[in-house]
């Protein structure tokens, strides 16, 4: 086994590479990987002039800000998607717990977030 430190879009994983016998055709090793934890991103300034509003709309996953579905003064209904993070690949709609008009959109397109980070806030 060998083991390897890689850093991936600024995150950092330990990863363990059995190696097996040789049997003649191509097998590669299953590489076994834990994330540490990633840097933290610095907090984001709020990019509205309306102000916050009282329902938060958070992260579930960290990831990277992908798309902003969502304007501030657009009216949402529950399950409307705000935001779309990226993360390994796939892309992950955070939608609007309830119902309520758009008071803030507090980050933008290319910006990392951990998980539980205020992305966008409603009235």
């Known amino acids: ?42 907090p984001a300034a709020p990019k509205a002039a309306g102000g916050a509003g009282s329902v938060k709309v958070e992260a579930g996953a960290a990831g990277k800000v992908f798309k902003v579905e969502a304007s501030v003064g657009q009216t949402l209904k529950a399950g409307d998607t705000v935001i779309i993070l990226e993360a390994m690949k796939m892309e992950i709609p955070v939608v609007a ?25 409603l009235n």
């Open 1 to 42: 086994m060998k083991n390897y430190t890689i850093t991936v879009n600024g995150n950092v994983y330990d990863v363990v590479v059995e190696e097996g016998a040789s049997t003649g055709a191509a097998a590669p090793a299953a590489p076994k990987a834990a994330p540490k934890a990633a840097p933290k991103a610095a």
């Open 97 to 121: 717990p309830q119902g309520g008009t758009v008071a803030s959109i507090d980050v933008s397109v290319g910006d990392a977030v951990e998980a539980g980070a205020l992305l966008a806030t």
